[in-house]
């Protein structure tokens, strides 16, 4: 955790981890999306509306990722990151592997496999 910090403080510094990105890290969201239909079956709600706040609020590398949650070849890789035991070596959807950032990749891993949020620190610092 200390190298975690250290890295996220060195990066935001130099202008790598937008603020925006941080604050989301740190609180979530500040607005309700319960509203939005979950139309991924092997997520839960509260991750559907996480990732739809990623999209809305956070950044533009997040564009359209509720869609690829739909779409048959992307779901295929979504549905497998959700289930293995180390997520963190699965690569992300084509699009998403080269669009996002490491951070951004490592929020996205925190809405969705939380519990596996220590492996993914270690891939992020690594």
Same mark, same amino acid.
């Given at each position: 955790? !200390?190298?975690?910090?250290? /890295?996220?403080? +060195?990066?935001?510094?130099?202008?790598?981890?937008? *603020? $925006? =990105?941080?604050?989301?890290?740190?609180?979530?969201? *500040?607005? @309700?999306? &319960? @509203?939005?239909?979950?139309?991924?079956?092997?997520?839960?709600? #509260?991750?559907? %509306?996480?990732? !739809?706040?990623?999209?809305?609020?956070?950044?533009?590398? !997040? #564009? @359209?990722? /509720?869609?690829?949650? =739909?779409? *048959?070849?992307?779901?295929?890789?979504? #549905? /497998?990151?959700?289930? /293995?035991?180390?997520?963190?070596? +699965?690569?992300?959807? *084509? +699009? !998403? =592997? @080269?669009?996002?950032? &490491?951070?951004?990749?490592? +929020? $996205?891993? %925190?809405?969705?496999? %939380?519990? #596996?949020?220590?492996? %993914?620190?270690?891939?992020?610092?690594?």
């Amino acid at each position: 955790m !200390y190298s975690f910090l250290n /890295t996220t403080s +060195i990066m935001r510094n130099a202008g790598f981890i937008d *603020p $925006l =990105e941080w604050n989301f890290f740190l609180r979530g969201s *500040p607005n @309700d999306h &319960s @509203d939005q239909e979950n139309k991924c079956e092997f997520i839960s709600n #509260k991750q559907w %509306q996480q990732l !739809y706040a990623l999209e809305l609020e956070v950044h533009p590398n !997040y #564009k @359209d990722i /509720t869609k690829s949650f =739909e779409d *048959p070849s992307d779901r295929k890789i979504w #549905k /497998t990151i959700m289930e /293995t035991e180390n997520p963190q070596k +699965i690569a992300m959807p *084509p +699009i !998403y =592997e @080269d669009r996002l950032t &490491s951070f951004q990749k490592f +929020i $996205l891993m %925190q809405c969705l496999r %939380q519990s #596996k949020l220590l492996l %993914q620190c270690k891939v992020f610092v690594k």
